[in-house]
């Protein structure tokens, strides 16, 4: 008898900590601090005789990110970002297990060419996963940007949006 009522703590334990597990919309929602970085591809388009093939970075966003729920049961996600000096970015997302998948959506962005800078229009699509207290975005880059009176197609992005939780 005794053994079976140790059995039945241990399961009733282990049901106690399953339950409170997070994922979807719960393990996604919250007020962030964020820093996104990274690089781009820019590919001569047309007949851009001379040029050639050149990486850029993106110019370093940071600020606060508000994650909302718009549909626990779909797992619908309203994402802010506020940069600072910057734009406010609204995008939307699934999330879904332990993956949060963002709806692709269009932006301006600012690129760094060697000692220029270079307004771009981008596509952006992409996803991420939370690890403890940070949410680590992996986007993906795609559009248009002229430089030097050529146009570029951007492509081969490597861009990482890093979001910390908040405490308070």
């Known amino acids: 008898m005794k053994r079976l009522e140790i059995f039945a703590a241990i399961i009733s334990v282990a049901l106690a900590a399953a339950g409170c597990t997070k994922d979807g919309p719960d393990l996604f929602k919250g007020n ?3 820093k ?7 590919t001569p388009s047309g007949s851009s005789a001379g040029t050639e093939t050149m990486t850029a970075s993106i110019v370093t966003e940071s600020g606060q990110m508000d994650i909302i729920t718009a549909d626990k049961d779909l797992g619908d996600m309203v994402i802010t970002m506020n940069a600072v000096l910057g734009d406010a970015v609204v995008m939307n997302a699934v999330a879904k297990g ?16 060697g000692m220029d800078t270079v307004d771009a229009d981008v596509n952006v699509s992409g996803g991420a996963r939370r690890y403890d207290d940070t949410i680590i975005f992996d986007l993906e880059y795609a559009g248009m940007c002229t430089y030097n009176g050529n ?18």
Do not use: E
């Open 32 to 34: 962030w601090s964020f």
């Open 36 to 42: 996104t970085s990274g690089t781009v591809v820019l």
């Open 98 to 113: 332990d993956s949060l998948t963002v709806d692709r959506f269009s932006r301006r962005v600012r690129l760094q060419v």
């Open 151 to 168: 146009g570029y197609v951007i492509g081969g992005s490597d861009i990482r949006c890093v979001a910390k939780l908040n405490d308070y």
